[in-house]
């Protein structure tokens, strides 16, 4: 479960330690409220608060947990608005640069957090001076100036249209390019990167943020892309998102697309584009996938697996939630629910950095170390044997075998998401690097078969427009455009979906209604062949 802390909101008053009200707090002039509490001793706690949550967060993997006692706190804290930037300034000036969590915290908080109002946003950019100047100085203090991007962005993928527009101010927008300088510290511009990315989400500041790439005399990204295999890893997701943005929010006029420079000749197995949900970025070779949302974004392979034994491996690129293992295509992706591979009947997943396996929405502890950047998973389906072996580095654990009571075939190479993690598979494309010893086993690449037109990973407005121009035959499914709409879903009894949506899906997307069953319904012969 990648979404690990509850959305419960405490009860207001349910915070019997402090009660913060906006006249209590004046977060500029330091005043001293009616309860004796001023400025510096809010801070004091609240920066507690957030160092307890990021030490506990890799504990809680159940959806409906109570969250911890500091997060709970932080809600109190953060339901004003003057407390709101109390809370914001600490995740700033506490948040560790080192921890793979970290920036996944500041998501979590800030998305259980109320919508700050238009003033509170432009009161933010003048706290924290944003200004190409202090951007200037972002080597002297990183995690200060990582954690600004992350809030950043963060906000700018929660607001729309005016309040976002009103954030990003030239000021702001000045600070976050001026980032993109090859000079500065890798994770400062990743996250303004992304931070940029979040912002273009909003037409007219897409179109502010392209001029401003385009007024030196080199737009930075085309600079950064290039650090796409640095043996660096955070260069390294620097290049990944900066050819995603090139490809699909700032275009560059003469630059080809990056599907277009692919070579796929010897590609048989891949990320399936087709089979992901809505937000997960995969690289135009079908083989990396990251996540930038603050959902829990899922994807599987091209290939299914029904008989025999199989191997892949995964390397870890980010050290922080991802659940890689093994689903079929009855496996649902619930991204904003925070469901992914692993927390359904038919899959089971491995889980490196809060060290557990995952099946049926159950987790089960393993030996293995948490894993870190470079770190290489092993991941074995034996259907012959009903089992499955995850190795860390070469070294296994022992078999799973629960996920076979449900699922003795159909089986895909899958994986799940957190925010700000990213991967890279390997079918068989190239030789294993910690290939089993002692199991003999099948690479998909040996054995799967796609068209050239299948190995295409189309920039996400160009895909838009095929689909656009395209041609629907009468009766297609409404989601995927592929399949006939032969499913009725009950008790609703509505219709317009394929068998393969409709089993992705739990409510109906026109009533909202609970599905208790899905119908496949026989079609019914044409007029020509009416007549006798």
């Known amino acids: 479960m990648g979404t690990c802390c509850c959305k419960t909101q405490p009860e207001p008053g349910s915070n019997d330690d402090i009660i913060i009200n906006r006249e209590d707090i004046e977060f500029i002039s330091g005043s001293v409220s009616e309860d ?23 504990t809680l993997v159940d959806n409906d947990q109570d969250p911890p006692p500091s997060m709970l706190q932080l809600h109190s804290i953060a339901d004003k608005e003057a407390g709101w930037l109390v809370v914001v300034r600490s995740m700033v000036q506490v948040i560790p640069l080192n921890d793979p969590l970290g920036p996944a ?39 200060l100036h990582r954690n600004i991007c992350v809030v950043l962005g963060c906000i700018a993928e929660k607001l729309a249209g005016p309040a976002s527009i009103a954030l990003l101010t030239h000021t702001t927008l000045q600070y976050l390019v001026a980032h993109l300088n090859e000079s500065n510290h890798p994770c400062v511009i990743l996250f303004a ?20 790439l385009s007024q030196g ?14 043996t660096d890893f955070v260069h390294r997701q620097v290049g990944f998102c900066a050819q995603w943005c090139l490809d699909n929010l700032f275009i560059c006029e003469g630059r080809p697309y990056s599907y277009e420079n692919v070579d796929t000749t010897h590609l048989n197995a891949m990320l399936n584009n087709n089979d992901v949900s809505e937000y997960l ?22 290939f299914q697996v029904d008989t025999g034994v199989w191997y892949y491996e995964a390397t870890i690129i980010t050290a922080g939630v991802m659940q890689i293992g093994w689903a079929t295509k009855d496996s649902k992706f619930l991204n904003h629910e925070g469901y992914g591979i692993g927390d359904d009947e038919v899959s089971v997943a491995y889980d490196g950095c809060r060290q557990l396996f995952w099946h049926n929405a159950q987790s089960e502890s393993h030996t293995h170390p948490s894993w870190q950047p470079g770190d290489v998973l092993g991941s074995l389906l034996d259907l012959n044997k009903a089992q499955v072996i995850f190795y860390l580095n070469g070294d296994p654990l022992p078999p799973l075998t629960q996920v076979f009571k449900n699922a003795t075939c159909g089986y895909f190479a899958a994986a799940s998401f ?12 190239k030789s294993f690097i910690y290939p089993p010893k002692d199991i003999p086993f099948q690479s998909f690449n040996d054995h799967a078969y796609l068209k050239d037109s299948e190995k295409i990973i189309l920039p996400r407005h160009i895909r838009l427009q095929k689909l656009r121009a395209m041609s629907v035959e009468e009766g297609a499914c409404t989601l995927c455009f592929d399949e006939s709409a032969a499913v009725t879903l009950l008790p609703c009894t509505h219709r317009g979906f394929c068998n393969r949506c409709a089993l992705q899906l739990d409510y109906c997307p026109m009533c909202r209604r609970h599905i208790e069953e899905r119908r496949e319904v026989e079609e019914k012969p044409n007029a020509e062949e009416d007549v006798t």
């Open 193 to 212: 990167l992304i931070a940029l990315e979040k912002f273009a989400q909003t037409s007219e500041n897409k179109t502010s943020i392209r001029q401003c």
């Open 281 to 302: 970025k995969i690289s135009p070779d079908g083989l990396q996938a990251r996540c930038d949302a603050s959902s829990f974004e899922s994807v599987r392979c091209t």
């Open 418 to 429: 957190m925010s700000f993690q990213q991967c890279e598979f390997n079918f068989g494309k």
């Open 36 to 58: 004796g509490i001023n400025s510096t001793a809010l801070s004091n706690l609240t920066d507690k608060f957030v160092l307890d949550t990021v030490a506990v967060i890799r």
């Open 105 to 143: 915290v500041i998501t979590l908080l800030l998305d259980d957090c109320p919508l700050p109002s238009k003033e509170t946003v432009v009161h933010l950019s003048k706290f924290f001076k944003l200004g190409g100047d202090s951007a200037g100085d972002s080597w002297k203090e990183p995690r």
């Open 217 to 230: 005399v080199c737009n930075p990204l085309r600079t950064l892309e290039s650090w796409m295999n640095h």
